[in-house]
């Protein structure tokens, strides 16, 4: 192509990009790329096309010490401790040295910073290691190895088999046939089974040596980056030629090349482009309930003790001027200053003395407590996975006191609840049920496959009569039924280590597959009109006259096969609905294959049903005509090809019903039901099917029979008449809403108390815009009303909100959602819009990277460390080896850390009130200068955990008590020894009215007292608990000793003004009574309201009562009760997650490896249809 047929080129392209279609792309053109900027900030500009460096951490070098401190500022207390810092630094108030304050403040920031930062190096770490990662370049027309934050839009790649993709690619061709691609996408969602992508073929011809892709220069403009990770809509501009692109000709990031040697691609997205990561959602600062109620609570200390220095001070002012000629060796008012002047330098000397009513050690206690339940976390052996070797973690310390506060639980499905792994486990042939129907695995004999040279040895099946029965012969059905699995289906084979490795759209066709190659029906290969099976050791070869694919809508798939005789026969399997719609009149073992499909729908078995017919050859050879025609044709071919295919599927013959189990991961329904009794509300989100969703939902007992399901139309409807009650159209109706939903008299999704909800990601986009398209609309009505109602703006959102909030008042009336084919952004959307609108906790729970969105949008987020990669667990604040111990996570660990940290509150704050209150009695005088359950019995009755939920420990409410308690405690502390000391003298004669000797008096009786209140809050009397009141004790006298000694005095008598005080005093017996009467008379108000409370009240918060103990027979059985299915509507246990197999390929020929044949080869039809290595394991075979 000539310069001007280039630029023409170039103009013709440039102007397709669209306001949609904004990304531009030249293959080999990196310098292209890296030059074109774009505004950023300001007069600042950025690169438009990033690099394919990732980071995930939060800090650098450079922005780490503000960033911290702007985050650690954010505790008001923190801000307070520095203005008390600021303040004792000038000399006219300073009471204190300056870094009496700023010592301990650097220390606690320096904790909290030291954490945060140990936390980010394990970021950085696998950030370094992600980055670092080699890859194949093609520079110039050679390979060359680059790491993976060297590539650049535009560049060339080359992977190989095992492969990650390092970043978002155009495939351009790989070595398989047509340039199909397989991919992995656990990382991504967590699904093992693969998937594949196809090469256009201008692309599979064209480009596929080193000289070809050196001088590929063609340019994709499509879409910008986005998180949609299943569409993708392009186009490619080469040679004067227009190509469309699709999701099928896309490798997304984080996927792995599997059943492929090599393939080659071009980088559309890179790094924070890339699809993957635009799902991985941003940070978000997570600060607990419990904080976020400290903060506001020390704003309401901060206004306490700003009224007080401002009574104290003017206090002082007035009693200064009252008693100046009495006492003027006080120097009460100096000449220099005027009375004013001098109470505002007492307001602010006050505001130094009493800033022990919000003690540094209040959080540097808080900080070291979250850390040491930390440990226990990271040291629970109940948590530890023997078989990975994996314990839990919690990496964070911050949120300990959250994980027992949750009320809602969004999971992840894939990897999550289930291992993704399908077995085969029951069959109903001819209307006889086949597996272990008592149920008791232990007692019943396995299957010995033996006999079979094709077992894979990894098929666990409880009935040997089945075997006996298909070795023998006697019984045509069953040859029929394992024939039909054998045949029906679109899984390729190849040879892999001297075995056949079978490659499904699903996991479920690989295991009937599979299962049937158990049984003797192999299925060894297969050509773009042939397939080739071994029946019992004889191999035969069937002509594939047709396949009628699987969707979601068919629900079931056909095959139409001839065989050697010129017999045409049509082989069907899909959901038992379908199936027996299109059954033929009184078709035998109708009714007995119902029942089998009953009692494997109560054992929550996937289900599938098997039927065939034959098909006259006049009738085929018309039908095929107008299949043929139907195929070709431009408009309605979907519709046309579904009627024929509904025309040929009829009269079938019932064979039976297969049974597989989706294997659940170890424990998951005993903990979802537990997790339930606790009051704890499941959602799971997952991205699939809707049938197999409900299936599991089933399966691990979030469902269960006697639940009405209720899906997205009936919400819409429900909406609407929310609507028309004009209950989302008011202010003052929007608190009303969940009244309204719960009290309605109709018959619908309002009035039922017993029911789940389903809904899909499409009703979720519809919802979505449907809210953003209303908005616009008023946002535009309400410019034009402005004039008119200056309060119209505030109805427009007021209307929206209700319309969100009635959304989420009905989702969350439901006993159980699940939200299926749901993408990252839409997890995450559904969490952020409960949390919104519902004042609750919430916990997300993954093991993908799909996940991590969700897992930083709820308050908590869990990562699963499975076998499926580690990006949710990076991006987690705790990761658990398996599902089941989020149980223990939350009833054990959460209950326990919600309770210590509210005891620890409530003690602290009161005897931090006790003793401040006292300086404020002595300035009258001065002049104004529970038994709790274990963890055992935490997880057995799992409503012990509603108290985190309802936030009973720690409220305004428990605040203000532990005020009012401080206060009379003050009372108590400041006038007892006041009037006991009162011009009175010791035994020897020794005065103790001084104030020294009254403030130490006063300072003992408070420690002592403070640390009863510590022993009444004790749950187990331990070792480590004893010797804590004995060395704290211990430590008070040995420091009271230590600061009135008179070495400390002589040293900065300035300082240590208390010299030999303690001495004196403690030699005094009236001392000792009056500390003893002190503390009694304040101890006994505090242990008879306890005994009242305890004797009157039916259950203290937190405890276990004799009943609930009693009650856990009951529980128990309960549980096992709970799935039993005795309803009289028949539920279907139909659950496939295949949504579109292979056929598509296989009747092209697109997939089969064209291989040449060896010299001397046998001119066996049967042999030239296999590949060379299918072919030498069959040989070795038979």
């Not at 029906?521 to 594939?544: A, C, K, N, P």
């Not at 403030?999 to 009863?1012: D, K, Q, Y």
Request: hydrophobic share 40%; charged share 20%.
């Amino acid at each position: 192509m000539n310069t001007s047929e280039s630029s023409n080129s170039n103009t013709f392209e440039t102007c397709q990009l669209t306001k949609d279609h904004t990304w531009e792309v030249k293959a080999n053109n990196r310098r292209y790329h890296t030059q074109i900027k774009v505004p950023s900030f300001l007069c600042f500009k950025k690169r438009k096309y990033a690099g394919n460096e990732i980071k995930t951490s939060k800090y650098n070098v450079i922005t780490f010490l503000p960033r911290n401190l702007f985050e650690q500022f954010q505790r008001i207390a923190n801000f307070y401790y520095l203005l008390i810092c600021i303040l004792q630094a000038v000399p006219a108030i300073a009471t204190l040295p300056w870094y009496t304050t700023m010592i301990p403040l650097t220390f606690v920031l320096g904790i909290t910073a030291v954490k945060d930062i140990s936390d980010d190096i394990a970021r950085h770490k696998s950030d370094r290691e992600i980055n670092n990662r080699p890859c194949d370049v093609l520079v110039g027309k050679s390979i060359t190895v680059a790491k993976w934050r060297e590539l650049q839009v535009g560049d060339v790649v080359c992977l190989k088999k095992d492969d990650f993709v390092p970043a978002d690619l155009f495939l351009l061709s790989s070595s398989e046939p047509n340039s199909l691609c397989y991919v992995e996408t656990a990382e991504i969602d967590g699904e093992t089974n693969l998937k594949y992508r196809q090469a256009l073929s201008v692309t599979h011809k064209e480009v596929n040596t080193m000289d070809q892709l050196a001088q590929f220069n063609g340019r994709i403009i499509c879409e910008k980056p986005n998180c949609d990770l299943h569409s993708f809509t392009g186009t490619l501009f080469w040679k004067n030629q227009e190509f469309s692109l699709g999701n099928e000709q896309i490798l997304l990031r984080g996927c792995r090349i599997r059943n492929t040697e090599k393939c080659y691609g071009v980088v559309l997205f890179a790094g924070v482009d890339t699809k993957i990561m635009k799902n991985s959602g941003k940070y978000i600062l997570k600060r607990t309930r419990i904080e976020h109620l400290m903060n506001r609570v020390v704003l309401l200390i901060l206004l306490i003790l700003a009224g007080l220095a401002f009574c104290l001070a003017v206090g002082g002012a007035i009693w200064g001027v009252k008693f100046e000629k009495k006492v003027p060796y006080f120097d009460l008012v100096p000449d220099a200053f005027s009375p004013g002047y001098e109470g505002f330098l007492s307001f602010w000397g006050y505001v130094i003395i009493l800033n022990s009513i919000l003690p540094m050690s209040l959080y540097v206690t808080f900080e070291l407590l979250h850390i040491a339940q930390s440990f226990f976390i990271n040291w629970d052996m109940k948590m530890y996975c023997v078989e990975r070797d994996c314990p839990a973690k919690a990496r964070t310390t911050t949120l300990n006191e959250e994980l027992g506060q949750i009320k809602y639980i969004f999971s992840d499905k894939t990897g999550t609840l289930t291992q993704n792994i399908m077995a085969f486990k029951k069959c109903s042939v001819s209307g006889q049920i086949y597996g272990n129907q008592f149920g008791d695995v232990n007692r019943a004999k396995v299957v010995d496959f033996s006999w079979n040279t094709f077992a894979d040895g990894k098929l666990t099946f409880h009935d040997s009569s089945l075997v006996e029965l298909i070795r023998s012969g006697g019984d045509p059905g069953v040859h029929e039924f394992f024939k039909l699995l054998a045949v029906c289906h679109t899984v390729m084979v190849e040879a892999k280590d001297g075995q056949l490795a079978y490659q499904a759209a699903s996991p479920d066709e690989e295991a009937l597959v599979t299962a049937a190659r158990n049984f003797g029906y192999v299925f060894l290969s297969r050509t773009q009109d042939t397939i080739t099976i071994s029946e019992l050791g004889v191999q035969r070869t069937y002509t594939v006259l047709a396949i009628l694919d699987f969707n979601s809508c068919r629900k079931r798939m056909s095959v139409i096969l001839e065989d050697s005789e010129g017999k045409i026969k049509l082989y069907s399997k899909g959901a038992d609905a379908v199936i027996y719609e299109r059954l033929c009149p009184n078709c035998p073992h109708k009714e007995s294959t119902q029942m089998a499909l009953d009692y494997f729908a109560a054992q929550t078995l996937r289900t599938l049903c098997l039927a065939y017919k034959e098909v006259d050859e006049s009738y085929f050879k018309d039908w095929n005509q107008r299949q043929h025609k139907a195929s070709v044709v431009l408009q309605n071919r979907g519709r046309l090809l579904e009627e024929l295919y509904e025309e040929i599927e009829t009269d079938l013959v019932l064979i039976g019903a297969t049974a597989i189990e989706d294997k659940l991961q170890d424990g998951v329904p005993e903990t979802i039901q537990n997790l339930k009794e606790a009051d704890i509300k499941i959602w799971v989100l997952t991205g699939d099917k809707k049938e197999t969703a409900v299936n599991i939902g089933y399966s691990c007992k979030l469902l269960s029979d006697r639940m009405v399901l209720f899906d997205g139309h009936d919400i819409s409807k429900t909406l609407e008449k929310l609507q028309k009650d004009n209950y989302t159209y008011k202010e003052n109706n929007i608190a009303t809403i969940s009244g309204a939903i719960s009290n309605s008299e109709q018959p619908d999704m309002l009035s039922c108390s017993n029911k789940a909800l389903i809904i899909t990601g499409s009703f979720l986009d519809k919802f979505i815009k449907r809210l953003k398209r209303s908005k616009r609309k008023k946002q535009c009505c309400w410019r034009l009303r402005t004039a008119i109602n200056p309060q119209s703006r505030e109805d427009v959102d007021c209307e929206e909100e209700a319309h969100e909030r009635a959304f989420v008042e009905l989702a969350c009336q439901c006993k159980a959602v699940i939200c299926c084919r749901v993408t990252p952004n839409q997890k995450a959307m559904v969490v952020q819009l409960v949390k919104k609108y519902k004042s609750a906790i919430t916990l997300a729970i993954g093991d993908g990277a799909n996940d991590v969105n969700m897992l930083k949008t709820a308050h908590i987020g869990v990562g699963i460390s499975g076998q499926e990669g580690t990006q949710a667990v990076l991006s987690s604040d705790y990761s658990l080896a398996q599902f089941r111990y989020l149980e223990r996570l939350l009833l054990v660990h959460g209950r326990w850390s919600y309770l210590r940290i509210c005891k620890f509150l409530r003690y602290f704050l009161y005897k931090t009130f006790a003793f401040s209150f006292v300086q404020i009695w002595f300035a009258f005088f001065s002049g104004f200068s529970g038994l709790d359950v274990g963890d055992y019995l935490s997880i057995k009755h799992p409503k012990l955990y509603k108290i985190g939920q309802r936030n009973e420990l720690f409220n305004y409410r428990i605040f203000l008590i532990i005020l009012f308690h401080g206060l009379l405690s003050s009372l108590v502390f400041f006038f007892i020894p006041y009037g006991a000391f009162l011009e009175i003298a010791g035994k020897d004669g020794t005065a103790v009215s001084d104030y020294q000797s009254l403030s130490t008096t006063i300072g003992t009786a408070v420690v002592l007292s403070v640390n009863v209140e510590v022993m009444l809050e004790i749950s187990y009397w331990t070792i480590p608990s004893t010797l804590s009141i004995i060395i704290s004790l211990g430590l008070y006298f040995c420091l009271t000793f230590l600061t009135q000694s008179s070495f400390l005095s002589q040293l900065k008598p300035d300082m240590f003004q208390f010299q030999g005080a303690a001495l004196n005093i403690f030699k005094q017996p009236y001392v000792w009574l009056t500390i003893l009467l002190t503390v009694a008379v304040n101890f006994i108000p505090s242990i008879t309201i306890r005994l009242i409370c305890g004797v009157f009240s039916s259950k203290g918060v937190g405890r276990a009562t004799y009943e609930d103990l009693n009650k856990g027979q009951q529980i128990s059985n309960n549980k096992a009760n709970h799935f039993n299915r005795d309803s009289s509507h028949r539920r279907s246990a139909y659950a496939f997650s295949q949504d579109k197999g292979y056929a598509d390929l296989i009747t092209s020929g697109a997939s089969i490896r064209k291989k040449r044949p060896a010299s001397g080869a046998n001119t066996n039809s049967n042999a030239q249809s296999m590949p060379e290595g299918e072919k030498g394991v069959l040989q070795e075979r038979l």
